[in-house]
């Protein structure tokens, strides 16, 4: 291997030294929206005289180098007006380029420039999916939801009914690298999952990479999802909000000093505690009881923007999030005693990155960012009686979380068309909180406080990477080599390092079809210990160990692109991927036990998925929308779990198909509609029962016994096939001083019964059978929303 390694790095470091200039100029810049200032995230720019062309950088940057010549210049980002310049380069020349928003999408036309089909890039198994569009999907209670919407995509699955997670080409929720605006983000559900934590209004755009890692990303072993917040409008105060059937949201923005500095916040909250609390506390006092109810959740996402010069801009952003669920009951009796308690859950996250931004000189940019990421999770229930002067109280507290400040920077370079270079290395200080209970005890005499539960650890984590991006004609590859350490500290010191190669190949053919392929190395050096029946916030973030080493996979891909008669994008991909050390509760542990080591709970095995992806996508015109196919095999194997043997994972469905189409009927009225068909999820179901005797009465003459199940191989049945349709109807109407929206739609529109979960019961005669518990019935929905 190391001399792959080595022979990978000549070849990058040899492209950086003979990526030579000669008699050549380069033309750079930024490219942004005209109304609101906000940077374009990979807008394309194309010299139709050369046929040669890159794209905008995460940050609205590009750099174009041509020989000495007249230059016609074409640049064009979906949902924009196409700009063309035409200069004779004899020199080199900064150009900052304003888009402005097609009046009809449907009649926008990229003229000459093909650098922005699918079937000219070298990434594959990666998806952008417009943040207009995720709005218009019909979705639960018409909560707008990016992870929901992502499930429609092929490749991705979610947990079940109504869950936001994400399971992508085989792997679990934990093995996703989630980045909002570069801060990993380790909870993203609210409600026990059936909302996601980001808030449509406040995202710029959503990327999904599924396969065919670049060496920039690393730390996962199976998806990078980049969501990156709005910046604000730097030329005019601006609004939006909505209100819906169980939250509200709201935000504002605007420039702080014009066309230099700008700001946006944008808030989101459920309201159902709110309406409930008045029947809720009625009903309670005619028991003499004062009761409260606490069940909501909110957002919070700000953002700050700063353009110092034109060569130096800084980004300060954040997001709190937290979900609440509680019971404050008070009860009080005539003589003055009170009894209380008091039950509350809570959780959430909280991000926050400061970036600076550097444009070196007109070939090399530069990104430094400092970030912090928190996710928490507080249990408390607390038990007060005071009796005739007398107080007794006790109360169990339970915490866990996971802390990380980190620092990273990254250089964008670009010397020619033919090479696009990044580099960059990164920090990462973990503090991990597995799970404590901390028990008080006040009665009479006794005053008992104590905590039980593992100790709290701490570890480093590096990295460091290198990529080029190479045109050779019809062949473009990216190449790439990431490095990363791990230091775990504490009572079992350990480091672990890992070198990985990353390849990513496409080959035009003289008829625009494209052939690709990739393959990936990655490592993961942290866990979540999750019981794969829940999906629950007390899921803990763990460490590797001494004894539980880094999960690591290595994963190839390849198939064809193309885009047909310039209005779908259709692509088709086959994969296989093998994961080593994937962490799992062995059998029969209770986990969220009083025991103090985590590491006595868990087992760690292998994983194996294959498939194949079918994708048909169109993007432009009246109508758009996609339609996806996967056929996929997932299987888990441990020494301690199922005797040995390989099973199928839970979430093995050998069949996912999701249409997704939306229609505007007019200028003010359109429609959407989404249908998904899966092949139910594998369970472990009970095969016999049978009496045991637990105790016998000699004297009387009784045997008492009990039953018990004996279950099968692990998750050898499945439930019924999962399948739904949602559909949305939009009417919009613009007034003089704001736009609005009415938004009416139904989730689930032919009532199907699918199964959430089965249990082994009884019929009306007495007879034991297996019994399906189905949880959405047909859903209406309705909100408003505005824009001003």
Known sequence: MNKYVLLLLAVLLGSTLFAQSGNKFTISGYISDGASGEELISANIFDVRSAKGTVTNTYGFYSLTLPKDSVILSVSYIGYETQTFRLYLDKDINLDISLSDAVELSTVEVVGTKVDRIEEDAQMSRVEVPVEQ????????????????????PGVQSGGEGQSGLYVRGGSPDQNLILLDGVPVYNVSHLLGFFSVFNADAIKNVTLTKGGFPARFGGRLSSVLEINMKEGNLSEFHGEGSIGLVSSKLSLEGPIVKDKASFIVSARRTYIDILAQPFIRQAAKEDDVDLKLKLFFYDLNAKVNVKLNDKHRLYLSSYSGSDVFGIDSRETYSDGDMFNIDNQTDWGNVTTALRWNYQINNKLFANTTLTYSQFRFDFLAAIEDIYDGNKNAFSAKYTSGIYDIAGKVDFDYIPNPNHYIRFGASATHHRYDPGAFQFDLEADDVDFDTIIGSQEAKSMEYSIYLEDEISIGALKANVGIHASGFKVRGNESEFYYSIQPRLGLRYLLDNDLAIKASFATM????????????????????????????????????????????????????????????VSYKEGVDFIGLENDWQDKVTQGDGEAYGVEVFLQKKKGKTTGWLGYTLSWNWRQFDEINGGERYPFKYDRRHDVSLVLSHQLSKRVS???????????????????????????????????????????KNAFRMNAYHRMDINFEFYKKKRKYERWWTIGAYNVYNRKNPYFIYAGRDDEGNRTFKQVSLFPIIPSVSWRFKF
Do not use: C, H
């Open 134 to 153: 995720i709005k218009k999907v019909p979705a639960l209670l018409g909560e707008v939801d990016v992870l929901k919407t992502l499930q429609l995509l």
């Open 523 to 582: 490592a993961q050096y942290i866990n979540l210990l999750t019981n794969e029946s829940l999906s629950l916030p007390t899921d803990l973030w763990v460490p590797s160990t001494a004894r539980v080493r880094p999960q690591t996979s290595w994963q190839v891909a390849a198939g064809v692109a193309k885009t047909l008669w310039d209005k779908y994008e259709f692509s088709v991909e086959g994969y296989y991927k093998q994961m080593k050390n994937v």
């Open 671 to 713: 429609i959407t509609g989404a249908w998904v068909y899966g092949t139910g999820n594998s369970i472990t179901l009970p095969l016999f029962r049978y009496t045991t005797p637990v105790y016998v009465d000699i004297e009387g003459g009784n045997v008492f016994v009990r039953e018990v199940e004996t279950i099968g191989k």
